[in-house]
């Protein structure tokens, strides 16, 4: 999914709100991906989306916890069509629990009436 979302051939192109988006998922990478025990591919992964270029500024993440950090906000936009969404991640496990402790749940919601009807047309195609 990084790949996907920071590439800049990938879907930055249609993130209206890319400096608040990009800026969340690239703390959360770099609090995840720099861990101590992480497997030496998440390192590489990491290294490889810094080098894409065009992120965030620093303004744009701050160190603390922030709003975004629970319920993200995210306004695509492509061709004419928009979305309006928010996304949350859910992280389950405990340091015991190695499987677990790497599961990542995102679910992502409409956030307004008209996002939400494009949304259903969407998944009922």
Known sequence: ?????????????????WPEVGG?????????LTHPTTDPGGAKLL??????GGLPSAADRASHVRPGDLLL????RRDGFEL????TIMTL???HDVTLQELRLETLFPADEPSETSWRALINT
């Not at 906000?73 to 695509?76: A, D, M, Q």
């Not at 309006?84 to 996304?87: G, K």
């Open 24 to 32: 969340h998922l690239l703390d959360r990478a770099e609090r995840e």
């Open 84 to 87: 309006r969404l928010f996304s």
């Open 73 to 76: 906000p995210v306004h695509i």
């Open 93 to 95: 496990g405990t340091p």
């Open 1 to 17: 999914m990084l790949r996907a979302v920071f590439h800049p051939d990938g879907m930055r192109r249609w993130i209206v709100n």
């Open 47 to 52: 290294e490889e989306i810094r080098g894409y």
